[in-house]
Each structure stands twice: as structure tokens, then as C-alpha cells.
Nanobody, 119 residues
Framework: QVQLQESGPGLVKPSQTLSLTCTVS??????????WSWIRQPPGKGLQWMGA??????YYSPSFKSRASISRDTSKNQFTLQLSSVTPEDTAVYYC????????????WGRGTQVIVSS
């Protein structure tokens, strides 16, 4: 059973960089054919795909490409999201998830972590 767990600060000030970590257990993030993804849901809005790691390469939504960076630490079986220059509009629940296809067929999700951007 694969488990994903997000961690990071719950409160970030505007203009700072948000950093979140997804710790994976029960499976290796170096396994091919999976998209290790970051997705968020702002209050009152739908899910927004931010980007993913696939076979060591990163892919980003055009909406976040200029501010987001996804990396991995294979020794810890973790992958991270950094989002720079945050504003209150980045307030959301952030999820990490594993997809089995580029079309976004997700088989495992983390529980999500609430991030509030406020001074």
C-alpha cells in the first residue's frame, strides 16, 4: 500500500517562497511509469494541477511554470514543491498524489495540507 504525506508550514507571508515536502512510503519514487504530482485546491475552487515528476524529469502547468519548482530526494523517498513569490491567492489545500497516466488517473493521494498566505 502506497502512502503519501504532505508536510510544510501552514502559514506563509506574501512574497515568500512556499516549500512543501511529500514523503512516500510503500513504493519508490524512482519507479518508472508514475507521475508524482502536486495539486492544489483554493477555497471555493476546483483542483489545480501544478506539476509532476516523471522518470526524473519535471513537468509544470503553464499557470505555475514561472514560480514552481519540483525536485526529489531519492535517499529519503521524498519530492518537494517550491512556489515562489506567493500571494494570498496561493492560499489552498495542497496535495501530493501519484498518477498512472498523463491524463491524471490518480491511484494514491496524500491527505492534503492547508497553506494560508497572509501577513
Amino acid at each position: 500500500q502506497v502512502q503519501l504525506q504532505e508536510s510544510g508550514p501552514g502559514l506563509v507571508k506574501p512574497s515568500q517562497t512556499l516549500s512543501l515536502t511529500c514523503t512516500v512510503s510503500g513504493g519508490s519514487i524512482t519507479t518508472n511509469n508514475y507521475y508524482w504530482s502536486w495539486i492544489r485546491q483554493p477555497p471555493g475552487k476546483g483542483l489545480q494541477w501544478m506539476g509532476a515528476l516523471y522518470s526524473g524529469s519535471t513537468y509544470y502547468s503553464p499557470s505555475f511554470k514561472s514560480r514552481a519548482s519540483i525536485s526529489r530526494d531519492t535517499s529519503k523517498n521524498q519530492f518537494t514543491l517550491q512556489l515562489s513569490s506567493v500571494t494570498p491567492e496561493d492560499t489552498a489545500v495542497y496535495y501530493c498524489a501519484r498518477a498512472t497516466s498523463w491524463e491524471g488517473e490518480y491511484d494514491y493521494w496524500g491527505r492534503g495540507t492547508q497553506v494560508i498566505v497572509s501577513s
